[in-house]
């Protein structure tokens, strides 16, 4: 008999103490996985405002992106692979690991066809992404849940393969973004009320009608209300913000690089002026510090996730632009904030920062103001476009090939139909989408249109866009036409800025992955923000999420 190798006998002892006293689930997983999407934070801003970001470390104290940096994996060339780049199809695809042709999320609104009024059009509502009248809303707000997202997420999967010994909470302002991030089977989920400034829920996540006791001691606190008549000024001396410009609706400051009152009274204008300033991350950040302390994620037998959105960087982008010194200095505040949390992470995770897992990505991009990208620098593709001429226009072509009728609906890119009227006349649905689909594509600021049929026959052309019209089809939701807008082009009105295009500045994002079981390392291959729900899965041992479609990230990796 031969002697039995050292390796074997390590095997051998491992798997007979995992059938003896199983402690956890997984291969040596982590305490906690922690996952912040940072709404609107497009990947440029993750290097271009790195001089300006904290350093890796200082002392004892780790900073924040440049820690990232340093210490993990850095998918430089990250893209969400769906349209529209929009909060809800963002946030739902970074945990479920597939986009919304597999998770039902098409946008952050949409008509359902079965339930479009097409003889009263003003009888039609959309459908908001976590929109659902069977709950009851928790202190304020609308009634919410995911009962629109048709798959699972890596928490929902987490939550089954512990017997719901794990935990899983989700914080954001914005409810369709800790919503579709936390799942079904959350534990906790939270968001905020912009009339009355509380953090609220829905009976989904809270039956007894009770938010959980961190969320309504601030509640109660009124910790939103520090800031009242205080103003938003930037953070860093001017010098910092001189690569930066206002944007060309706001008013130069009177004195400074901006300042921006917040109001006296605690009222809706007061809250939303709060959630766009500066103030807002750090909001986020006493959230997440009282919740991890009363509900002591990180330190129990089972792994624990908290997914994170910071929608504040989005409703700055939207007002001053990607060029602003606001967004520069919201950026620099990020900074700070996430350093403030990876240092309390790291003493109060049994183990520190070492058996924490942490992910920071985005839900989506954004475009530059069309007139600031004209005026400025003779870009002269940029433009802002309203959609409604684009839905006009196919209802016009409709009408003068068929005859008169309430012809299309739009919530771009979904264009919806009326099958009925097509079904009443004797019409070929097939030779509609086509009329429909060439009228759109003769329209102003588009690039590029696809037919229901053409989608489900797999009729389109080979390109990155009819790929993304597939990757964002879902049959019993999507619209009968998918709209595309052309390069530059921004279908909104207003003065800022927004996002939900096919192109390459709403859909690059930053995508970073640190701590255990992660192997440090900067990467440049294109990859979809679909791989973090796998690659997170494998880290904690546990099945992908039902609808995943996603590939994990192996050179992030370390086993």
Known sequence: MGVMRPTLLLAGALLAGAAT????IGIDPPRLVVVVSIDQFRADYLTRFAPLYLPARTGNKVGGFRYLMENGAVFADAHH???????????????????????????????????????????????????????????????????????????????????????????????????????????????????????????????????????????????????????????????????????????????????HELGTKPDRAYYSEFTTSGFGNDYIAETVERALNETLLGRAETTDILVINLSTNDYVGHRYGPNSPEVADVSVRTDRMLSRMFNFLNGHVRGGLKNVVIAVTADHGVVPIPEEAHEHFNITSSERQPEKPVVDAVAKALTARYGEGNWALGALPNLYLNRGLMQQKGLDPIEVEKVARDAALAAPGVAAAFTRHQIQSGETPWTRLAELAHNSFFAPLSGDVLVFEAVGTYFGGGTGTGHGSPWVYDTHVPLVLSGKGIKRGWHYDRVYTTALAPTLSLLLGIEYPSGCTGVPLAPALAR
């Not at 006293?21 to 956890?24: E, G, I, L, N, Y």
């Open 21 to 24: 006293a199983q402690t956890s």
């Open 81 to 259: 692979n769906h349209v529209p780049t929009a909060t809800g199809p963002g946030h739902a695809t970074l945990m479920t690991g597939t986009g919304p042709g597999s998770n039902g999320i098409v946008g952050n609104d949409w008509y359902d066809p079965a339930t479009i009024d097409w003889s009263d059009l003003s009888k039609t509502h959309e459908t908001y992404c976590v929109q659902d009248p069977s709950v009851q809303a928790v202190a304020g707000g609308k009634p919410m849940s995911p009962r629109n997202l048709k798959v699972t997420t890596v928490g929902d999967e987490l939550k089954m393969a512990t017997n719901g010994k794990s935990r899983v909470v989700g914080i954001a302002f914005k409810d369709r973004a800790s919503i579709l991030m936390a799942g079904h089977a959350a534990d906790q989920v939270v968001w905020f009320d912009s009339a009355s400034g509380n953090w609220t829920s829905s009976t989904f996540y809270c039956p007894d009608k009770k938010l959980p006791s961190w969320a309504a001691k601030m509640n109660e606190e009124r910790v939103i209300d520090r800031q009242l008549g205080k103003a938003w000024v930037p953070l860093l001396p001017a010098e910092s913000y001189r690569f930066s410009r206002k944007a060309p609706a706001e008013k130069p400051a009177a004195e400074g690089v901006f300042r």
